[in-house]
Structures are given as C-alpha cells and as structure tokens.
C-alpha cells in the first residue's frame, strides 16, 4: 500500500483505508477519528 494525503484532512493514510468518491480519496475512519 502507498501512502495518500486525504482530502478535508491533514492526515496520510494508506491507499486501502481511504475512502474514495471517484477518484477523490477522503479521510479514512481512522482520520475521521483523529480529527474529532
């Protein structure tokens, strides 16, 4: 896996736990929580 930047979120996450909408990656579960 390769590490991405999400969108909304300052936060790296590996390509497998971003969530995706097209072909934007999001913040993952693990940085929603982060960021809470």
Do not use: F, W
Request: hydrophobic share 30%; charged share 25%.
């Amino acid at each position: 896996d390769h590490m991405i930047v999400c969108s909304k979120c300052q936060t790296y996450v590996s390509s497998k736990d971003a969530i995706y909408s097209g072909a934007v990656a999001y913040c993952s579960e693990t940085c929603l929580k982060d960021k809470r």
